[in-house]
């Protein structure tokens, strides 16, 4: 057997839907699982994705800073590249997500926001360490 152990990782994401209960206060949890048999260790990861209603928030300023119709159909999955957002639409983004939620987000977070979900995750992330 080896002497160094050899490191896995692989991650869960668990999204709330109307038939699963939700789980208040839960952000994210990693536990470790160990194999006593296998030399490796695989950490399990879940997190919970933001609350439907930011994620309707974030769907109408998102229309609204690209000119969209309302009719225009927008989800969580929606990459905001593939809506036909350049980066200083994206930067507008931000900018109205943060005016609307009373936030501020550091520039290396928003470059790193590519989808609805994405972004609503962040802003709960931000409110809940600003309300803490």
Do not use: H, W
């Amino acid at each position: 057997m080896a002497s160094s152990a050899l490191k896995a990782s692989s991650s869960l994401c668990v999204r709330p839907s109307l038939s699963q209960p939700k789980i208040s206060g839960l952000r994210s949890v990693s536990l470790p699982i160990v194999y006593p048999s296998l030399t490796s260790r695989c950490v399990l990861q879940i997190c919970c994705a933001a609350k439907p209603e930011t994620v309707d928030k974030v769907c109408k300023i998102v229309k609204k800073q690209l000119a969209l119709p309302d009719d225009s159909s927008l989800t969580g999955e929606s990459k905001f590249s593939a809506l036909g957002a350049d980066s200083l639409d994206t930067v507008e983004i931000v900018m109205g997500l943060e005016e609307e939620f009373g936030i501020s987000v550091e520039e290396e977070s928003a470059q790193a926001i590519t989808t609805v979900q994405e972004a609503a995750d962040m802003i709960e992330k931000l409110m809940e360490k600003k309300g803490a």
